[in-house]
Structure formats: structure tokens, C-alpha cells
């Protein structure tokens, strides 16, 4: 096939994307980027592609099946200004828009979540606003369509409250119609039942620093870069079996902003593999460490299966399990070290071992 007819990929994925990539070399073009979370059956995102083919649109969306039906969708439209990531929205914005190069979201018919209990599961909360302004450009746009009232006020209320954002509307953030904006499924369905739509706009109008508790509540804007995923080598005496190794299953850590669990605990020959959950802020990564014989003793990583952002929940649980080592074997030594210094030396000290009498001259 000669290269000009070689179809643009459409599909990206999470884990092959560095922080902050080059959007202009995945596109293939200098272009404006714009965003929109949860495209369902992705009907949005190709309207705007086909409508716009001077401007490059990101589709994210959470729900798998939701997601291949929008890659065929796209891939069928041929336009290569679209591209897709099975992802989670915030997410996506903390880790692969630099701050001030998005020029617009879009949210249509975000999940409402309507029962109380489930009310913290929405994106759009008190935090939100706050991220989105520094991922946003200056003149950038927020424009979210609901059938839900209450959501629509609430969001207006967080987005007023976060000083980045002027109305979009002439002053007035919410309108009822919206002529020449695309109907989704969901807005045919509300709109044939006579019922009101409700599209709320802001615009982006001057930078912000992001607040600490936003920091919190979003663990990956803390990452610097293409960080390395933590792992510990640790010498052990010659005549050790991994048997002798245990490890709680539970909750292992628990402070304001974090809480580790060993899931499960798989024992090999040669290695042990656990199932790891850490939830720090809005953030839930699972992911496998591995503990396995190494040229220098024994080693704890990341199992390569599944590769979590390398958070601060992440490298707290790299200690624990190195802990655990160092606890069952009093005359090992750590020989390589790559978590970060004051996370290890603090997870070392609540098992009360002294991290400078266990690191190897
Ligand atoms: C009610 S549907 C609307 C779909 C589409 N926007 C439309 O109007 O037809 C909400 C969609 O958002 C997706 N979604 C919800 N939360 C998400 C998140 N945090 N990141 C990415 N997608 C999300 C859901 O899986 C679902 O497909």
C-alpha cells in the first residue's frame, strides 16, 4: 500500500503515552486540541472531527465496549484529526495535557449519579474546575450538556467559585438551547420526550496556581516527567527461601490522603506476586508487584503487566513489601534503591527498622 493511503491509527493507548506527549507529532500536524470525556458511541467526537478538520480532537471514554464501537465509528469516518484512549478523564488532563495547550472540553451527559451515596463519583466536583484551568489556554472553553438540573447548578456553582473562569454566555453560564450543537443519543432521547437540556459554558481568563487540596485529590499532577517506576534490590544471606517471606493481606498503610492493600498474595517458586490496590485522592491503581531472585539478592518491582502511574501511593507500597523483606531477614541489606527517599525512609520507620543500618556501603 503506498504510504499516503496507510490509514491513520485512531486508537492510543494509556501506557505508551509519556507525560505531556507531543500531540502535534501524534496528529501529524500543528493543530488546536480539544478534548471530550465520555464519548459513549463517539457520534460527538466525529461530528466535531468532520466539522472541524483543521482542529484535532481527543476522545476519552472509560467504558470499553462504549469505546470499540467509537474506534469503528472513527475508523470507518477515515478523518485523522481524531483520536481515541480508553481512559479516565481526569486522568487523562493531569497526565498528558502540559499546562495551558488544551483550547476546549467537552462533557456530554456526564454519568450523574443521582443517588446521594454515589453523588462523589461524578467528574465534575469542588477540584475539578481547578485542574481543568491549568490544562486549559487562556481563552480556552469548559462545555458540559446534562439533562440532569441539579448537576447543571452544581457545576455552575464549583466553576464560579474557581476565579480562572468567566461565563461563556454573554454572562450567563447555562442556556436551555444551543443552535448548531450536535444532539447525541442522549439528547434525542431527552429532547423526544419534551423534556430541557441544559448546556453550561465557562471560559478560560486567567491562570491559577493549583491548590494543595487539589494536588491531593489528583496524585498525578505531583509526577515530574517521565518518572521510573520504583523498585528495591535487596541482598539477602545466601541460604534464604522466599517461604520465609510473609505478608500481611488487608489494609498495610492507611494515612489522610492513602490507603495500600495487599489483595492477595501469590507464593512461587522463585517469585511472589501480589495484587496491589492503592487509592490516594480520587486515584484507584491496581497493579502486581513482583518479588523475585536477582543477580544481587532479591528484587521488588512492578510486576510489567499492568503499569500504574508511579504516584506516591505507589512507591509507599514498594517499601512495605521491601520492609516486609527487610523484617524477615535481619541481615539484609538494601543495595538499590529507586523510591523516593523520604517515602522509603518513613514506611522503614513505622516498621521501625533504621534505613541507614540497612543500606549496603
Ligand atoms: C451518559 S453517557 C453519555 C455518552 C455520550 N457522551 C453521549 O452523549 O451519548 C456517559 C459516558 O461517559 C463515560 N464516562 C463516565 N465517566 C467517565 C470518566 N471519568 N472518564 C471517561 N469516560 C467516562 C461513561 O462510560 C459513558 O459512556
Redesign the pocket.
Known sequence: MPESEVKPQVELKYAELKPFPDWCKIFGKTCELFLE?????G??VEWLGKNHPEKCFLG????RL?FKKAVNRIKKADLNNVKLLH????KVLCKLFAPSTLSGLYL????PWVKKKQKKRR?VNEFFPWLLQSRLKVGGFFLMVTDYQPYAEEVIEFFSKCKAFVPLWDSRPIKNEFPNYYH????RKWLSQGLPLFYVGFKKVKHLEIPEEVLNYYPILRLEGDEALPAVVIKVPQKVSLSEITFPEGVVWRDKNLVVKILEVFKGKNSILLDILVSEGSLLQRFFVVIATHPDGLIVKVHDSELPDPTKGVHTAISILAAEVLKSFPQAKVVQNQCKSSVFNNVLKSFQIQPELRKAP
Do not use: M, Q, R
Not at 476519552?60 to 467504558?63: D, K, L, R
Not at 456530554?108 to 454519568?111: A, E, L, M, T
Not at 447525541?184 to 439528547?187: L, N
Open positions: 470525556i465520555g464519548i459513549g458511541n457520534e460527538f476519552v471514554e472509560v467504558n462504549y481512559a479516565e478523564g481526569s456530554n451527559f456526564p454519568d467528574l447525541t443519543k442522549y439528547a
